[in-house]
């Protein structure tokens, strides 16, 4: 299953992978429950993930409630 990732603010796409349904269930998706996570994942007709994160840029600009992106890499600190 491919998956990518967008980001929520801005659009840009940030990155793509393919990932089996067990890779998915190891980093915390469960296709069968991803409606419990609708906000930040949305699955295509063809059967992709799109899952929806922060790019670089935003998480460096954008004071965001950190908290809710489990996803988010941590900001940098220039
Ligand atoms: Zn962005």
């Given at each position: 299953m491919?998956?990518?990732y967008?980001?929520?603010r801005c659009g840009a796409l940030i990155g793509a992978l393919s990932l089996?349904?067990?890779?998915?269930?190891?980093?915390?998706?469960d296709?069968?429950?991803?409606?419990?996570?609708e906000?930040?994942?949305k699955s295509a007709e063809t059967g992709d993930l799109f899952?929806?994160?922060l790019c670089d840029h935003c998480v460096e600009t954008t004071p965001v409630n950190e908290?809710?992106?489990p996803y988010r890499k941590?900001?940098?600190v220039h």
């Open positions: 491919r998956i990518t967008i980001c929520d089996t349904e067990a890779e998915l269930h190891q980093i915390g998706i296709i069968l429950t991803a409606d419990l996570h906000d930040i994942i899952i929806y994160s908290a809710e992106w941590e900001p940098d």
